[in-house]
């Protein structure tokens, strides 16, 4: 058969050469009915047109703008799942900004993006932005808004909207825009703002990132108008202000020395943290408070506080969240997490009724260092019962052991530190007596399948402990395993749980905690519950995309089991039985293949392991794979908890 002579025809081609024809077409009809009623083709043509559409002009958009103010706040990445509401900043940041400083990196769910930008921040010290579309995007992010405030971390959210309904084209965006964009989430965010004017969205988000970023750090929302991004500028030379950041607020100085006074009073004096080390200068002042009082640390793993292989570490044998201090004459909570639950006891769930003890000796006194008064809200009380302390100091506590520390050191004298130094010795001696105790214990079940918890965290210890390493999942889901075998000491080594207990947070938080620790070419882990994972995978294929180096060790126990165990105390307290309790919480019939669903994503994955003796030599592999710039997902099956 003869080839053909005619050029293959383009989109661009065939579009024009579709349009001409149809033209033609229809002009031949205009002009046939145009004759037929006795009139021109023009007249025709001019009482039958729609009127003419402004083309775009170069002038430059708003979003530009608004993207150079972003850039000037140094603001590194922006995480988004695409949204036509805020689809001028999407562009500015691509072209007009060159996709640098901010990179926007591709999200499959706005959860997954806010809980990145939330992982981000608690290892690189400063917020994230994401960006949220309209009504339907915020309320997908809200969840991951709401674990970032009551974990007490900065975030700023530019959040698309429509205002002016003469800007609304079709239906859809009148689903998605609405009269106040940000109610939906304003019980728990610290700050927002609806510019008006590009001068006016320059100063909210200059503003909004102050705001963000003074104790207690919480997250922000910029309203980005849809119609200020998309039209060209209109203002004369809108001008970027100058950010200057606030000093952290601090505790009274007479306060801090009556503070002092009680501590070093103190036969036993216990110290309570959960999210006192902001930066890595918490960890050191801390410390030196510690060994100036000789007093044990009671660290709840909120954040990285007070080093786990210390002498003072009050290593616990069970859940930080309720240490034992009924033997404390004073306590120092410095931004402690529930103070009520610290020293109270309660009637446990599987009995009826509700009845509270307190765990304090008589004569006991409670310190409290805190900056959470300044940023209580009403209807969401993250913040637990009231507690009558007997000494309230509100400020950021980092920002006041500086002063506390300098007055200890002031009001010592040289019989208080001999005593002083004699508590220290007993504390250590305990610790190290708890410490084999804890090795003893981990040595149970270690040849069990599915594999016990304290094996899968022993395992992974031994592959990286000579590594610099970052571990970016809550520790409470292995049973604390990390914190009681593990070497804690650095400030980017742990960044704690996910503040309002949200699940669905784990996968995404992990991802930006490793894109921060990525320049700093730290080994970034996590164990990763299988629940958890299932709320949005999809994060795996953000974090394959970006090459983001994350090592992923399924904790793969198959079922939701905080909730059995409730189901469970259910079925105790009324003497029903616990053989029902995997209807509705078992991830079983059939069992997720977790390592397929890595390779689904495009990452490296292994597994499921059940046997034990396969774990080195996986762990092995997949830190091989991030140490060349990959992320690796290992399927391990394991026991409950």
């Not at 202000?241 to 009680?262: F, M, N, R, W, Y």
């Not at 080093?307 to 034992?324: F, K, V």
């Not at 805190?370 to 993250?382: F, G, R, T, W």
């Not at 307290?573 to 078992?586: E, F, M, P």
Request: hydrophobic share 40%; proline share 6%.
């Amino acid at each position: 058969m003869p080839q053909s002579s005619k050029r293959p025809v383009g989109r661009r081609g065939f579009l024009k050469g579709a349009t001409a024809g149809a033209a033609a077409i229809v002009a031949q009809t205009s002009v046939a009915m145009a004759q037929q009623a006795g009139t021109t083709v023009a007249a025709a043509a001019a009482s039958t047109a729609p009127p003419a559409i402004e083309v775009s002009s170069n002038s430059r958009p708003g979003s530009d703008f608004m993207v150079d103010v972003i850039k000037s706040l140094g603001i590194e990445y922006c995480a988004a799942n695409p949204g036509s509401s805020f689809r001028g900043l999407h562009e500015s940041i691509i072209t007009y900004g060159g996709n640098v400083n901010p990179e926007l990196l591709t999200c499959t769910h706005e959860e997954s993006s806010a809980a990145m930008a939330h992982g981000y921040a608690k290892i690189e010290g400063k917020p994230m932005m994401i960006m949220a579309h309209g009504t339907v995007g915020l309320q997908h992010a809200s969840m991951a808004i709401y674990n970032c405030y009551a974990d007490r971390v900065p975030m700023i959210v530019v959040l698309g909207n429509i205002l002016d309904i003469n800007y609304r084209r079709g239906s859809a965006e009148w689903y998605h825009s609405v009269q106040d964009a940000a109610a939906m989430v304003r019980d728990y965010i610290k700050w927002d703002d609806t510019p008006i004017s590009l001068g006016h969205f320059a100063e909210s988000l200059v503003r909004g990132y102050n705001i963000a970023m003074t104790p207690p750090l919480e997250p922000v929302v910029i309203v980005a108008d849809g119609e200020l991004q998309e039209q060209p500028i209109k203002e004369k030379s809108p001008r970027i202000p100058k950010l200057v950041a606030s000093a952290p607020p601090q505790g009274d100085s007479g306060a801090v020395a009556e503070a002092a006074k009680l501590l070093l009073s103190a036969e036993n004096p216990v110290i309570v943290t959960a999210r006192l080390a902001r930066t890595p200068k918490g960890i050191d002042l801390l410390v030196e408070l510690a060994e100036l009082l000789q007093a044990r640390v009671h660290d709840q793993r909120m954040r990285m506080n007070f080093p786990s292989a210390h002498p003072l570490y009050a290593r616990p044998n069970y859940d930080p969240l309720a240490p034992n201090i009924s033997d404390a004459d004073v306590v120092l909570a410095l931004e402690a997490q529930e103070l009520w639950s610290l020293t109270h006891r309660m009637t446990p769930l599987n009995r009826f009724g509700m009845e509270t003890q307190s765990t304090l000796k008589p004569g006991a006194k409670v310190i409290s260092i805190s900056a959470i008064e300044l940023n209580h809200k009403s209807n969401y009380q993250d913040f637990g019962r009231y507690v009558e302390v007997d000494l309230k100091i509100t400020g950021d506590a980092e920002a006041t052991l500086p002063a506390l520390i300098e007055q200890v050191k002031h009001q010592m004298t040289a019989d208080r530190r001999r005593a002083i130094q004699e508590r220290g010795a007993k504390t250590a001696a305990a610790n190290r007596q708890l410490h084999e105790h804890i090795r003893e214990a981990a040595a149970v079940a270690w040849d069990a399948s599915p594999i016990s918890t304290a094996r899968l965290t022993a395992e992974v210890w031994a592959q990286v402990k000579n590594e610099d390493w970052s571990l970016v999942s809550n520790d409470r889901y292995p049973s604390y395993w990390p914190t009681r075998l593990w070497n804690f000491s650095k400030h980017y080594q742990y960044i704690g749980a996910q503040g309002a207990a949200g699940i669905g947070y784990g996968a995404p938080a992990a991802v930006g905690a490793a894109l921060a620790n990525r320049k700093h070419g730290r080994l970034t882990i996590n164990i990763q519950p299988d629940g958890d994972l299932n709320y949005a995978p999809g994060v795996l294929w953000t974090a394959a995309h970006h090459q983001i180096p994350l090592l992923t060790i399924m904790h793969n126990n198959r079922a939701y089991h905080q909730e059995r165990m409730y189901v469970q105390m259910m079925g105790n307290r009324l003497d029903r039985g616990i053989d029902r309790s995997d209807i509705g919480t078992a991830l079983k019939d059939p069992n997720i293949d977790y390592a397929m669903m890595a390779k689904t994503y495009g990452m490296y994955g292994e597994g499921p392991i059940t046997d034990p003796k396969d774990l080195a030599p996986a762990i092995r592999g997949g830190i091989e794979r991030v140490k060349k710039g990959e992320p690796a997902l290992i399927d391990v099956v394991t026991q409950p908890r």
